[in-house]
């Protein structure tokens, strides 16, 4: 403790340039990197928020105690939790303090001539040496030559040249380590400045992007409603195409009537699954579809409480769906009716009613009346598809063909069903991150491309004067370093020039 | 010729390549067998020619590459049948997927020793369409919406290279660590007769490390591309989807298995465990992720 009150600035210097030091090497790196791949692990197996917030509902009613354990550690939602959050800033910040200074060197040492000929030729790799009839100024005319064709840096040493090649291989390798910082700018630029929204129309109606019209809107902490334009996007008409054999969709087609704010006049498009309507930086995706039976709700005095197209939620291939009917204005008590649709309705024993096809060819709503309190003003945000039947009492079931009536028992009213629409979920989506994410990923492809195949080597030719040899000629020592496959073949290249020309003997 | 007799020949190709690669599978047992019982004074002669076991080495990789010829045409005509791409169920990507893996192998072959590896490859390659032609087999079907893009070919393809070399490396990594287990404390190889044909662990480190970084960029090319692709399919190019998440695993698993190898000087054994680990979690990708697991990658036809 005193020492550390005798020298305080001397002390937090050290330790922070040491911390410094720990996070910023190799190896911290490496162990981030592994982090982030076991930590994401959780998030494949256990339900996530964003993804499937039923499913994570289902996980509370059936490991109460483990999913409570789990909330606790945010392995619901995972990829946003703080902890996990931490582990990719600090691989980011070691990522930037090892390679910022490496970049700088680098960048210093553009024009750095290779390093001189080692004394000691033949611990290295590649060694070879033969006795040449040409002078010493000849063979290192021919390497400079050969060399500088292949384009190697070059520097002349005494009786001896160094050449190396393979910069570039350094070069790619921080661009793609600078780049992967680039995504990560990309991807939070996107979470801040993005918004995400969805919005389920039906066949015929609008979709005006304000606030109030999303069934779902969440937006990051830069994002500003008003700088997204005002359009209006009118469901003209929503196709699918499926297969008569194996009832699996082949095609949907989406076609929009778009006004844009400001101007009078509309303009059609179509939209498809991997073919989503583009503004700017903002997209829109057409994301689910199923049906919306319409049907008229009447009280007992034939005054019309309800009426229109209420979307049901598929459940299967055949877009079975479900879907609730809430009246709360209906004397004297309020009515309720939990309603499944079947597009191609057909029965058997087993099954009792299903649909045995996904377009609406034989059409059924069938319904279970509720009487009592819906619950709606508790506060408890309620499903739209679903009702809570705590408080009520079941009545009656009916199955309507279109344009049939129902007399609700106990004449407080009646239900007709008058036909059935379609409904189309909207994905509006805005991501101005996008674009510098997609550009860090090239470059990161582009310098991982350079820095694997790239080959850096260095090579040394020196020609040392033969102490018995009797003629004008030298002895050639050639060596090289590599951390690449090749270099004997570029070594054995030289050796052939150098012993080209002029008949030499070994 | 009708779509469904298109789907009939590529069965018929598919089984007769299983017939084929089971007789390469035997060449290359007779050839391990026989070259057991080789007397350990004869070793020096082991390379003449005239070796039985030599032999039945050469049939088994004439008869893999029959096999291969016979693979690809089962696949051509499985996407003739099903007028697009053969890549939209579990089953197509099974039987390119294995075909991927023996090109793997037969390229390898050109450049390294692997001979030797027949018996694994030829084995790893019956198993995989075994399960395509038994658990996997769907009759051919149209594409799903979403997978209606030139994606699908770009992501895929990919995808299914890199899977094929990731494999092979596996393999590699594999005998590496069976190899070293002959090897003594001052470096020498004491391997059994059946063995001593097999390339030294110094190459097998090497060839592993290559295999790799060969197929690195290539499979960051195929995460990349399916990004791509999911933001114009889902509206975002990245939600982790568990799909993504364990293609994700693998990149950050072969990516410190480079790192280990080039900046931390890593080699052999550890080196071989790393790049063992990586391989599997593709393979649980593949295999978990495909049938029991949730989220949007749910094209496997299951
Ligand atoms: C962030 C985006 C994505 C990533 C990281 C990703 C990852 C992967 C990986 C690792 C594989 C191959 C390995 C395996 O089969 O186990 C794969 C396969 C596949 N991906 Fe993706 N993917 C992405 C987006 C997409 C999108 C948008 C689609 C299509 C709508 C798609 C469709 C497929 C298909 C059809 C396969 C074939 C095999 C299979 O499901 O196993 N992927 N993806």
Redesign the pocket.
Known sequence: MSYEIKTPELGTIGLLRWLWRQLTSMRTALILLLLLGVASIPGSIIPQRNQDPTQVQQYFVNNPTLAKVFDKFSLFNLYSSTWFSAIYLLLFISLIGCVLPRTWEHFKNIRALPPLTPKNLIRLEEFRTFESRKSADEILVIARAHFSKRRYRIRDCDASVAVEKGFIRESGNLLFHLSLIGVLIGVSAGVLGGMRGSAIVNEGESFTNVATSYDSLSAGRLFKLSEFPPVTLKVLKFTAIYDPLTNAPLDYSLILDVTESGKLDSRRVEVKVNKPLTFGSTRIYLQANGFSPKVTVRDNAGKIVLSGAIPFLPQDGNLTSIGAIKVPDLTPTQLGIVGSFLPTAERDKIRGGFSSYPEALNPRLLMAAWLGDLGLDTGVPQSVYRINTAKMERVGLQSLAPGQVWELPGDIGSITFDGVTKWVNLQIVRDPGKPFALLGAVFALMGLLISLFARRRRIWIRTVLGENTSSSGVIVEIAGLSRSPGLAEEIDALVKVLKEKRGDDE | MSKTDWATLSNNFVYSSMGIIFIAFISFAFQTAWSFRVEPLAHETLKTKSMKYTKAGRIGIALAILGFIFLSAGVVARGVSAGRVP?GN?YE?SITGALAFLFAYLVTLRKYKVQWLGLIVTLAVLLTLGTAVTLLYVPTAPLAP??KSTW?VI??CA?IIS?GVFLLANCVAAAYLIMDRYEDEDGNENRPNWAKQLPTLAELDQLSYRLVALVFPLWTF??IA??I??EA??GR??GWDP??TW??ITWVAYAAYLHARVTAGWKGKRAAWLCLFAGSTFLF??VY??IWGAGR?T??GL
Do not use: I, P
């Open positions: 890549w579990m990507f979403a997978l699908l992501h895929v995808a899977g195929a995460v399916g990004a692709w999911a399919a889902w190019y990245w799909k993504e293609a994700f990708n593949y992720v495909n990658h094209y496997s």
